[in-house]
């Protein structure tokens, strides 16, 4: 996924161990030391510069123009979420974005777009559509609710329904009795709401009232 030539891949490698003689003298200086968000990584020169434009190239190179400050470790200081920093750091080692599951894409992007890694931010975008493009193919899933009211009741309930449940069924159950100097019928009232994997308790329901099972109430529409 390299996006450079392999000419100027070489130039910055050869940049890239090309130290001054003090470097030299210490006898470990293709290591490099970072304190990320107080979580310590040691990597080498040569990875931090797979990505000439990024900030981590500029770092190993110790460009003047980022004023890096270091800890009492001589770790370079970047402060920074070091859960997202290690995807970003293997990235560099070996190419290839491996994340846990209990991480997310938009996180690892974050980072990656701190530290300018242009093929890494192209990688995650893409996952992300992928990712976006599969759950919105999910078929929508309903839960019902079936409410037992009385023929005066109807028009105030249907009226009355909210947070995104919908009417979808009026049957009536063939029974009356009598209320006041009136005969009042009953009816069951089938509504859906669309489920997005979320629990329904009680604080959803359009209703107090009496509820029967949607199986049940099919099944004796049906005897009918």
Known sequence: MAENSSDTSGSVHRRCLAHSPADRSVGASKWIRLNVGGTYFLTTRQTLCRDPKSFLYRLSQADPELDSDK???????????????????NYLRHGKLVLNRDLAEEGV?????FYNITSLIKLIKDKIRERDCKTSQVPVKHVYRVLQCQEEELTQMVSTMSDGWKFEQLVSIGSSYNYGNEDQAEFLCVVSKELHNQSYGTNSEPSEKAKVSYQGLISDSSEK
């Open 109 to 113: 992007l974050e980072e990656a777009e």
């Open 71 to 89: 800890d009492e470790t001589g770790a370079y200081l970047i402060d920074r979420d070091p859960t997202y920093f290690g995807p970003v750091l």
